[in-house]
């Protein structure tokens, strides 16, 4: 990703500017702790509750164009979220991306515009196999975003965690990054292909993309 970097006189902010450095490294962030404890209780409070309302659908593949729902490569079920119609907790997770992208634009001149997000279940058994987050119709997202909102207690044995795959002067390298709560991670959505493993126990996450024009 070809950032223009040249900062503005913006308050400089530490965990921003690691993500900044992690994308221009690496082209992924992992950030722990982006929600705390209590936000991640919040944010799944609001999953489970919309959850038993019946409210999900099976995920489908490709844009909201033209999609298929194909359960031999991803089985999650999932919820957009609307911005305009949001609850307590869907407000404060909104102030804190809305806050990370307007930084990103005044510091990086990303050209930020628009963004969409959704929850995310995986029943215990489903998986999404390697893909890359671009269609052909639609080269908008810029950056992929995934917050977990596992309970405290979440262990590695429970499975579906992310791999991302990385090139190393000319090899692959597999980056394991495990769900835990309030872990979020961001990454270049048309560079980076990435998988989830297949979940032992029931895993939640918001997912969404950063998007321009």
Known sequence: MQMLFEHLEVAENPLYE???????????????????ADEVLKLRESILLKYEEDAFKKAAIGNRVNETIEKSIRGDVILWIDEQEQNGAETLFFSKINALV????????????????????????????????TFQNDDRRKLS????????????????????????????????????PGRVVVFESQVLEHEVKPVNTKRYSITGWLKTR
């Open 102 to 133: 307007q930084y990103l634009n005044r510091t990086c001149f990303l050209g930020i515009l628009h963004k969409e997000f959704h929850y995310a279940i995986y029943p215990k058994g489903t998986f999404y196999k390697r893909h890359l987050d």
């Open 145 to 180: 975003f995934v917050c977990y909102l596992n309970d405290e207690d979440w262990a590695p044995e429970n499975g579906g965690e992310l791999v991302i795959y990385t090139d190393e002067n000319g090899v692959e390298v597999e980056k394991v990054i495990y769900p835990f």
């Open 18 to 36: 690691k993500i900044i450095d992690d994308l221009l490294n690496q082209q992924y962030s992992i950030v722990d702790d982006f929600f705390n």
